[in-house]
């Protein structure tokens, strides 16, 4: 079977060692793989064995110690696989450790090289890649950079990984020359390698799927490898000085951690921070899709995109979507403040989302992150959602708290905005009003995207009715009072006309209200991994919303599944339906929006237009081509080179 692996150790000494790194390579590994040996001028009979009793593997005796480089040459010399596996005699290797970084090479040809976390006997990382200093000297992440909470840690790029358990793509590493002759037996070779790689345009990465156990100069003494790390040191400042230029030297471990962060981003052209409040729930609704959104749109190979949340909820069933895009994730921490001084001046941009989120970050920002062009992301002008609620008061003390309430929405919004750089609206009536409140304000629109699917069902695949909207606000909420609305004024009268109508209640989070509407004609189905199953079953959706600002996602998904839905004009704000389709979809009160289901569950040919102009409106201008487009317009606001 040809290789997909090709495993190369250097060997010096310790055969004891070597049969035991063979052996669990063996045990755990189940790619297609070979294994090279090559024993550099083992003192101790380590290359005798090599030579004659190698099971499982080709050895060579090279007779003198040349080093690990052009040990490690030697081996490549001999690989057959598209991918070599550099690997230390005194790695232990466990089950699942090689499939994450042969996925990460198949996945992605701009990754040169990637590794492992490599954790010390007793559990703890000792390297999840490291940073290097613009003195030249490096420091692992984890062993004396800050690592942070193992659960927060993701794929990202890095200066270099050591070459302990480092898999390289063998077109790359022979691209580059391999492993530099310039160094004297070990040490320095591998971060040679990976500023190599990437002036030749490949990146070096590190993926926490994969673990190993290494035991630190396993095969050398610590005095041994000190020297040896001076020598090369000096070899390495002379190739690659100018290449660190601008790097600040790093502190003693873990003192004044600012410089760590700052060292492990120098090689992205711009870091870029987002604040919500809490790691995007994205099937969950209450904006947390668009914020997810966002955050895919903005991740990029040039780019360090963090996103800080501002409290725990779910954070560990959702973080790991996001981690995988290469995206930070925190949300363990005391303070904004704690998080920002930790990283004192380094975001080119800070994204604040929501008015409350402004509140919470902008002294920190302001303190610790001065440098940095301020985004402020408004989600929905949510003062306008507290008119409504102040409208609909049932009494004039109800009326005077709403009221106060509302004035104190609409002054932190205005405040928000006048913070902001950048204004960020998701409709073209809210960017009018933050334009007037904030004149000096750059105010861009960038909405919602959404993906139609392959085949959208047609009219004779549909029965009944639905509502589709996240309950994760709780009681009160303008989905849970829309959906009760529903339920009392809208859907007697359709059963009237349509006995036989079903209707089905999906989003996640039900409140005891809307799990108490469950009948044998309303399913309760609560939460779905994905909307589109379920909006492409149903015939219309039915929104009653009183209270809302912005576009509403629920809408987007509607159109994107070719669902036509009946709302009010609250729900139908920003859509760009056009008057057309207001006609059919748009209702004023309950009586009006009987009608318009009712001739959408009577007429095959009405509905079938209506669901084509939605699907073209979705095409145009809620597609992720837009949405994309909307965001870059935003970042060369802020002055953000463009993704690749």
Known sequence: MTPQVSIVLVSYGGRAMLNRCLYLVSEHTTIPHEIIVVDSGSPDGTDRFVGEHMRGARGHVVGRNVGFGAGSNRGVLDARAPYVLFLNADVEVAPGWLEPLVDVLDSDERVGAVAPIMRDQTGEVQEFGSVVGGDGWCRAWGDGAPLGPENQMFPHDVDYASAACLLVRRKAFNHVGGFSSDYDTAYFEDVDLAFALRAAGWSVRVDPRSTVMHQRHGSSDGKTAKELMEVNHSTFLRRWGSDLAGRPALPPKFEKRPLFYLARDAI??????????????????????????????????????????????????????????????VWQHSSPFQILAERAGLYDVVIAMRPHNFQWIADAVAQSQPQAVKVYDAEALFHRRAEQYVRAASSDSERARLQQELEEQRAVEEAAFRWADVGVCVTEIEAEWATSIAPDTAIKVVGYPVEIGPRVPTVSERRGISYFGGFMGGPGTPNETAVLDLVADVLPALREKHPDLTMSVIGADPTPAVRALASEYIDVVGRVPSPAYWLGRTRVQVVPMRFGAGVKLKFLDSMAAGLPFVTTPVGAEGLRLGSELERHLVAESSAEMVERVHALLSDDELWSDVQRQLLDIARTWFSWKAFDAEVDEVMAECGVSPRP
């Open 268 to 329: 992205v052209d711009e870091r870029i921070l987002v604040v919500d409040d809490r790691v995007p729930n994205a099937d969950r609704g209450s904006g947390d899709p668009r914020t997810h959104r966002l955050l895919e749109s903005l991740a990029s190979p040039n780019r360090r995109v963090t996103f800080l949340a501002r409290d725990i909820l779910r954070a560990e069933a959702y973080a790991p979507a996001l981690q995988e895009l290469g995206i930070e994730v």
